[in-house]
């Protein structure tokens, strides 16, 4: 099964999910603002994206710069931030057979599919 961790309010992440919807495959939506990924499981999206937790942070938001922009954080910590405040991950998160992506642009999706 295909997980996606999805935000409605984000045209990217609707449009991957379509592009998800239209090749009927069974799908996982996981609103990750209500419902967060905990710290093991972000670390393990991370390992799959090939990534550092801050390169998975929404940098541009404001809640961002606003607390944290310059801060000197440890991988463990980053992940923490992420995991109490989800708004900052980047998304969406589409996850396949142990690989994962970031839907941007939504087509990257197929890379893993």
């Given at each position: 099964?295909?997980?996606?961790?999805?935000?409605?309010r984000c045209s990217k992440s609707r449009c991957t999910l379509e592009i998800l919807r239209d090749r009927q495959l069974?799908?996982?939506?996981?609103?990750y603002q209500q419902n967060p990924p905990s710290?093991?499981?972000?670390?393990d999206i991370l390992?799959?994206?090939?990534?550092?937790?801050l390169e998975l942070i929404r940098k541009g938001?404001?809640?961002?710069?606003?607390?944290?922009k310059g801060k000197d954080l440890s991988d463990d910590e980053w992940i923490e931030v992420m995991v109490e405040n989800p708004k900052l991950i980047?998304?969406?998160?589409?996850?396949?057979?142990?690989?994962?992506?970031?839907?941007?642009?939504?087509?990257?999706?197929?890379?893993?599919?």
């Open positions: 099964m295909i997980k996606i961790y999805h935000n409605q069974e799908i996982e939506v996981i609103d710290a093991d499981e972000l670390a390992k799959m994206l090939e990534l550092k937790p938001e404001d809640f961002f710069r606003e607390n944290f980047e998304r969406p998160i589409v996850i396949n057979n142990g690989r994962a992506v970031i839907g941007r642009p939504p087509e990257s999706v197929e890379e893993i599919l």
